[in-house]
């Protein structure tokens, strides 16, 4: 146990969790003028399990922090190439409401980048700080423990945000449920120097096998960086039912021995693996003045493991609620959370969980990456797996994709979508 200090800390908003979530909301609870503590249980720079890749959807969000182009401006990326059962499709980023400009930064400077924001903006951060306890007075989260640096300091917040990634220790200690009968993913990344380093593509390679020829549940990817190296890791797909059989590492080995001619690929290094839940099946995201955003509360895409545009959204929507005094947030914030994404969420979900079966990816496959179909099936596809389709596009697919998610919503009514009780 650490040192016990007396010191009471009062602060408007408490964010637990540096990440892209929590130093987003960070940086809007400080414009919003609320005095801000954000504390993080490692010390800056430090790494995360994370593809790099930044849809235009997230550099939408990072103009509205106003540090987009202090991403941007060291790489682009003009969109999606799938590779697959003897096929290829470019699918550039559509012309759409975020733009076309995605970009790729490795989460050792990106989340440094993001954290010294937060404190420019007016936030205190605390380094070497995990939230290791809780306090209730009746339903309101009124003191929480840090122990900042070894010694255990009370804080006694009007608010709590918890942005503390996919396992969410804090948020576990407030109730918060991972249901593994949905579709959660596994994945592993590394870095490998590249003379392709540059290239304006990020790269797919939906057929995945491992060293047996076994097609496995997911994809291999490969995301330049434009610093010399490239991200390449694989991911795949599994549910209580059907666990992925798969040591990812080793796949990621593998897979990395298998484009090494083609990238020039150097020995991966920092190699590092995570599980992660996705398309919102976690319960208990919120009480009378907290709330879960980003990874923490599944806001992940259950077709690619995409997560930081989510985070950042729903960092913006978590401070938007704080205004009302008084306000309970129990109910509100799941509302919320459902309005924004459940439909697609729930259809993202079921057409993961089909990738499961194993006999699946090899019968459709080839049909979506060769030929007529797959020219216009992938890029289709790609703009779903990029999170590029939003309530304000009329096209025939948004109009599809959201019938579908109505569809799939009354179809599995029962499956835990950021309910308020476990299941």
């Not at 897979?255 to 839940?277: F, H, I, K």
Request: aromatic share 8%; glycine share 12%.
């Amino acid at each position: 146990m650490g040192d016990v200090s007396e010191k009471l800390e009062h602060v408007d908003v408490l964010v637990v969790g540096a990440g892209p979530a929590g130093s987003a909301a960070a940086v809007h609870s400080a414009e919003a003028g609320h005095s801000v503590l954000l504390v993080d249980a490692a010390s800056f720079p430090r790494d995360k399990t994370c593809g790099d890749g930044l849809t235009p959807r997230a550099i939408h969000q990072l103009r509205r922090l106003g540090v987009a182009e202090k991403v941007t401006d060291g790489y682009v990326n003009r969109g999606l190439k799938l590779h697959g059962f003897g096929g290829s499709v470019t699918a550039p980023w559509p012309d759409g409401h975020f733009g076309t400009v995605g970009s790729a930064m490795p989460r050792m400077r990106f989340d440094a980048l993001l954290a010294e924001t937060a404190v420019e903006r007016g936030a205190v951060l605390w380094e070497d700080a995990p939230a290791v306890g809780a306090e209730f007075d009746g339903s309101r989260l009124s003191r929480v423990t840090v122990r900042h640096a070894g010694v255990d300091r009370q804080v006694a917040p009007k608010w709590v945000i918890v942005a503390d990634g996919v396992r969410s220790p804090f948020g576990k200690l407030l109730g918060r449920t991972w249901h593994r009968g949905e579709v959660y993913g596994i994945a592993a990344r590394s870095y490998c120097d590249s003379p392709f380093a540059d290239e304006p593509w990020i790269h797919s390679h939906v057929e995945l096998k491992d060293s047996d020829g076994v097609v496995q549940p997911g994809y291999g990817w490969i995301f330049p960086l434009g610093d010399g190296t490239v991200n390449l890791g694989c991911g795949a797909l599994s549910t209580d039912a059907r666990p992925a059989k798969v040591n990812t590492k080793k796949l990621l080995d593998f897979y990395a021995s298998q484009q090494r001619e083609e990238w020039g690929l150097g020995v991966p290094r920092d190699v590092a693996s995570a599980m992660l839940p996705m398309g919102g099946a976690v319960s208990n995201v919120a009480g009378r003045n907290w709330m879960l955003i980003g990874d923490a509360a599944a806001c992940v895409n259950p077709l690619n493991g995409e997560g930081i545009d989510y985070g950042l959204e729903t960092a913006e929507m978590a401070v938007e609620l704080l205004g009302a005094e008084g306000r309970d947030l129990t109910l509100v914030w799941p509302h919320v959370l459902r309005g924004h994404y459940g439909e697609a969420f729930l259809l993202a979900r079921t057409a993961a969980r089909l990738l499961t079966y194993p006999q699946f990816l090899p019968v459709v496959g080839p049909l979506g990456l060769r030929g007529p179909v797959g020219a216009v099936l992938m890029p289709a596809a790609a703009r779903l797996m990029g999170n590029l389709v939003v309530d304000e596009d009329r096209d025939l697919l948004a109009r599809v994709w959201r019938t579908a998610g109505r569809g799939v919503s009354m179809a599995r009514s029962g499956s835990p979508l950021w309910s308020t009780e476990a299941a």
